[in-house]
């Protein structure tokens, strides 16, 4: 997975990046399908902003976050995501019987 991370209002640090890595790692152990992910870190006032757009097979997932703390931001919108990629897969592999299935041997799959 190729990760592009942005700075609006901040510098992104080598901590601020290796934070990234490590938690869009558990992603990864999730649904090994995403393509890219784009993170822009932003800051606005007091108010941290984590936002991300992971690109899997055929959908786009988005999610955003906003927190004091830019890590406690990070940490939920990697929540948020994990919940979406879970939800895609699921919907992905599902066990619905198709219709080619039942026109083959008559009896649901």
């Known amino acids: 997975m190729q990760i592009n991370l ?3 209002h901040i510098d992104v640090t080598e901590a601020l990046k290796g934070y990234v890595d490590t938690k869009f790692e558990r992603l990864a152990r ?10 822009i870190l932003s800051v606005e006032k ?5 936002e991300a757009t992971l690109n899997v097979n055929g959908n786009k997932l988005f999610a955003d976050s906003v927190h004091e703390d830019m890590y406690a931001a990070i940490d939920t919108l990697i929540d948020k995501l994990d919940r979406q ?3 895609h897969k699921e919907k992905k592999s599902s066990h619905r019987p198709t219709a080619a299935g039942i026109a083959k041997t008559g009896e649901p799959e």
């Open 6 to 8: 942005t700075g609006h």
């Open 46 to 50: 007091l108010s941290k902003k984590a």
């Open 30 to 39: 999730h649904f090994d399908h995403v393509i890219n992910a784009h993170v």
């Open 85 to 87: 990629i879970l939800r």
